[in-house]
């Protein structure tokens, strides 16, 4: 970054600010990742300079000869990745991507059903402070009180009592498997599309170590970085044919468009909510996708699923609680409940301060706020980039559960700050 170094020494040193505490911390957000410096030199090249409003071999600007080839290998890879039929990579993010399904297929008014913000779902799954609550109706649900495990006998009650026109799976704190089947088969008993929102686990989809959503849902979107470890952006995933095509009174013209779900998909995303696409990142996520389809990639979603589980066994070893008693997953929801109400965000500071990046989150049925929630979430994905095995994670849990049990102990957080410290150093990145 000599460029940037001599031209604005200011930002300059800011990047390598955070540069430095990557390479020094136990980064554990779960929804987080480290890329390849590939992808960043993806990210970060000549593409930047060009705009490409529409889509390949039909754009509105001159100029995009080789922008097309990016974004229909990208595209390619991401169908051979997923087994989708249509693939729109044009999204800036999560967000907006929910939104451009939602106006694809939804009516203003209609009712969105997805799991409570509370319970681990998102704010675009018809949050109450969120777009998706205020211009569409919700219906959310939730997990079992005890378990804290999804409850599919409830799920199909509320859907059958509700009548929803689209249910939303997939997650942001759910630390288990995600049953995709049979939440399509409940959204075909009661005429709903199906869409899963596979932003968290795309990677482990990917690697096998999760159950994909293909081939029966309708819908799928998915960030492309977390766990699937490319830039930050987003993509749609879908079938060729709307299901549910409401093609009464049409003619035959009519009645093709109505049927097209790809192309109703396409629309929403442009020119329905947003113009040129980032041609960057398209071309981070065609690498990123090309890692993905390696080999070894299988080898590392597993591996993140296998560090999670050991480092949840070690942290219930150490008397600290677990939403659902544990994780099938790439993350972990901490309950701080048996210590107090509304811990969180304190024991993220202190594990902070201890070398360990978390987030305070709510747990399901919380007693506190969002804003001081009883809980923490952590995952493995950038701790599995970096190398490290379940050996790593028996450590690692053992400080967590120590700092949890004493977050006021300063010498204790100093002390395991050196060691998480010498820890990334043996397992350097970039």
Request: glycine share 8%.
């Amino acid at each position: 970054m000599l460029e940037l170094k001599d031209s604005d020494s200011a930002v300059y040193s800011l990047v390598q600010g955070e540069l430095e505490r990557q390479k020094d911390v136990l980064n554990m957000i779960p929804s987080e990742n480290y890329v390849s410096k590939a992808v960043l030199e993806a990210t970060g090249s000549v593409l930047c300079n060009k705009y490409s409003e529409g889509y390949a071999k039909r754009r509105y600007y001159q100029g995009n000869q080789w922008i097309d080839e990016i974004e229909l290998l990208a595209i390619e890879r991401a169908k051979k990745l997923f087994g989708a039929e249509h693939v729109n990579l044009q999204p800036y993010s999560g967000s907006p991507a929910n939104a451009a399904i939602y106006f694809a297929l939804l009516k203003l008014g209609d009712k969105i059903m997805g799991m409570r913000l509370d319970m681990g779902g998102h704010l675009t799954h018809g949050h109450t402070v969120n777009f998706s609550s205020r211009f569409y109706k919700s219906s959310p649900y939730t997990v079992d009180r005890e378990t804290g495990m999804l409850d599919m006998d409830a799920v199909r009650k509320l859907a059958e009592t509700e009548k929803p026109q689209i249910i939303v799976s997939g997650y942001t704190a759910y630390p288990r498997t995600i049953p995709f089947k049979e939440f399509h088969e409940i959204s075909e008993s009661v005429g709903a599309y199906s869409m899963a929102d596979i932003s968290h686990i795309a990677g482990l989809v990917a690697g096998g170590a999760h159950p994909s959503p293909f081939p029966f849902t309708d819908v799928v979107m998915t960030t492309t970085h977390k766990t699937l470890r490319g830039p930050r952006g987003a993509m749609i995933m879908c079938r060729k044919n709307d299901r549910l095509a409401r093609t009464e009174g049409l003619d035959e013209k009519e009645t093709e468009k109505a049927k097209d779900m790809a192309g109703k998909i396409d629309r929403a995303v442009f020119p329905g909510l947003q113009g040129g696409p980032h041609d960057n990142v398209t071309a981070a996520k065609a690498v990123a996708f090309g890692e993905a389809l390696k080999p070894e990639f299988k080898v590392y979603a597993h591996q993140i699923v296998a560090n999670a589980k050991a480092l949840a066994k070690t942290l219930m070893d150490n008397n600290v609680k677990l939403v659902s008693d544990g994780t099938d997953n790439h993350l972990i929801l901490i309950d701080l409940t048996p210590i107090g109400i509304g811990l969180g965000k304190k024991i993220a500071v202190a594990l902070e301060e201890a070398g360990i990046c978390t987030n305070a989150n709510t747990v399901p049925y919380d007693q506190s706020t969002p804003f001081k929630p009883s809980g923490v979430r952590i995952g493995t994905p950038i701790l599995t980039t970096r190398g490290m095995k379940e050996t790593e994670m028996k450590l690692v849990g053992e400080w967590i559960a120590k700092v949890i049990h004493s977050p006021d102990d300063a010498a204790l957080k100093a002390k395991i700050r050196g060691e998480t410290k010498e820890l990334c150093n043996k397992f350097a990145f970039y």
